[in-house]
């Protein structure tokens, strides 16, 4: 491949130039209400005793900063992916994500839902409202995602076909609810999930990848995969590549900003040295997502109103 990696974040721009791309999707992105924003930050500042290695947060920067490091790396569209750890909060963090993507054209509207009796109701709310992806995380929620509480909400979104960013992998830490099992069980009660396995679904890379090849619907999002810091972790066998080749179409790029611990170029050179071409890279960088939310021209590249 003659098209040279993102050297920095500063050099992001040119690579996806050279691809022929008008930006990036990521559909891995948080903007969390400021309290909590703070505890997850916390949380990953003393991550060494929750994974063993330090986890130094790449972008822990007030809102407006983070939004504008966003514009110059040119990331069109992304999502904000709010997610509770615990009854009582779904609602209120589906009213602070819509108030957030109506301030900010470049925001996927997003939702995000709890195993609660009210989850019908908020969710129905939040998709009347335009909400445009739902976040679920089973291992912060420690929650099946086969719930019966959920039975309608999954039901709902299966008929509006709206992608549902799910964190269910064993990665980096593994939960009584995470690994493909549940999904698996979930696909086959809803087989028309709009579902975006985030992180590839590590560590069970395999598995989530037969979900995959085997469901219409599900997609995979690169969130810090091939990295070298999850590379030290949770390693990808490289005999999967020709499988993950063969999903061109059903990868999307995913990045965790800003909770990473190195800079964002490096996720895409990470994307680049698994040597798939630069058909596979137009996909996943861009088309793919565009694809599954609908976007046919990029906001303008500063983001703002």
């Given at each position: 491949?003659?098209?040279?990696?993102?050297?920095?974040?500063?050099?992001?721009?040119?690579?996806?130039?050279?691809?022929?791309?008008?930006?990036?999707?990521?559909?891995?992105?948080?903007?969390?209400?400021?309290?909590?924003?703070?505890?997850?930050?916390?949380?990953?500042?003393?991550?060494?005793?929750?994974?063993?290695?330090?986890?130094?947060?790449?972008?822990?920067?007030?809102?407006?900063?983070?939004?504008?490091?966003?514009?110059?790396?040119?990331?069109?569209?992304?999502?904000?992916?709010?997610?509770?750890?615990?009854?009582?909060?779904?609602?209120?963090?589906?009213?602070?994500?819509?108030?957030?993507?109506?301030?900010?054209?470049?925001?996927?509207?997003?939702?995000?839902?709890?195993?609660?009796?009210?989850?019908?109701?908020?969710?129905?709310a939040a998709l009347?409202?335009?909400?445009?992806?739902?976040?679920?995380?089973?291992?912060?929620?420690?929650?099946?995602?086969?719930?019966?509480?959920?039975?309608?909400?999954?039901?709902?979104?299966?008929?509006?076909?709206?992608?549902?960013?799910?964190?269910?992998?064993?990665?980096?830490?593994?939960?009584?609810?995470?690994?493909?099992?549940?999904?698996?069980?979930?696909?086959?009660?809803?087989?028309?999930?709009?579902?975006?396995?985030?992180?590839?679904?590590?560590?069970?890379?395999?598995?989530?990848?037969?979900?995959?090849?085997?469901?219409?619907?599900?997609?995979?999002?690169?969130?810090?995969?091939?990295?070298?810091?999850?590379?030290?972790?949770?390693?990808?066998?490289?005999?999967?590549?020709?499988?993950?080749?063969?999903?061109?179409?059903?990868?999307?790029?995913?990045?965790?900003?800003?909770?990473?611990?190195?800079?964002?170029?490096?996720?895409?050179?990470?994307?680049?040295?698994?040597?798939?071409?630069?058909?596979?890279?137009?996909?996943?960088?861009?088309?793919?997502?565009a694809r599954l939310?609908?976007?046919?021209?990029?906001?303008?590249?500063?983001?703002?109103?």
């Amino acid at each position: 491949m003659s098209l040279r990696p993102p050297v920095d974040d500063a050099d992001v721009p040119r690579y996806w130039q050279e691809l022929g791309l008008p930006g990036l999707v990521d559909v891995h992105v948080h903007f969390l209400p400021e309290r909590v924003q703070a505890k997850v930050w916390q949380y990953f500042a003393d991550a060494e005793a929750h994974y063993g290695a330090p986890w130094p947060v790449s972008y822990a920067l007030p809102v407006d900063e983070r939004l504008a490091v966003l514009a110059g790396l040119g990331v069109r569209a992304f999502p904000t992916l709010p997610y509770p750890h615990k009854a009582g909060m779904g609602a209120w963090l589906n009213d602070q994500a819509a108030a957030f993507a109506r301030a900010h054209p470049q925001v996927l509207h997003s939702a995000t839902f709890y195993p609660e009796p009210e989850a019908p109701v908020y969710v129905a709310a939040a998709l009347d409202a335009g909400a445009r992806v739902f976040k679920v995380h089973v291992q912060v929620g420690d929650f099946d995602p086969r719930d019966e509480l959920l039975l309608p909400v999954w039901e709902r979104l299966e008929q509006t076909g709206t992608p549902v960013v799910i964190h269910c992998g064993s990665g980096p830490l593994r939960g009584e609810h995470t690994g493909p099992a549940p999904m698996a069980g979930l696909l086959e009660r809803f087989p028309r999930l709009q579902l975006v396995i985030a992180h590839l679904g590590m560590p069970e890379y395999a598995a989530f990848l037969e979900l995959a090849e085997t469901y219409e619907r599900v997609h995979l999002d690169t969130t810090m995969f091939a990295t070298d810091f999850t590379e030290r972790l949770m390693p990808f066998d490289r005999a999967l590549l020709p499988r993950l080749a063969a999903l061109r179409d059903k990868v999307v790029l995913g990045s965790d900003f800003p909770t990473i611990p190195y800079p964002y170029a490096h996720q895409l050179a990470a994307l680049h040295r698994l040597d798939l071409g630069e058909d596979w890279l137009r996909a996943v960088l861009w088309e793919n997502g565009a694809r599954l939310f609908g976007i046919d021209q990029p906001p303008p590249a500063d983001g703002l109103r």
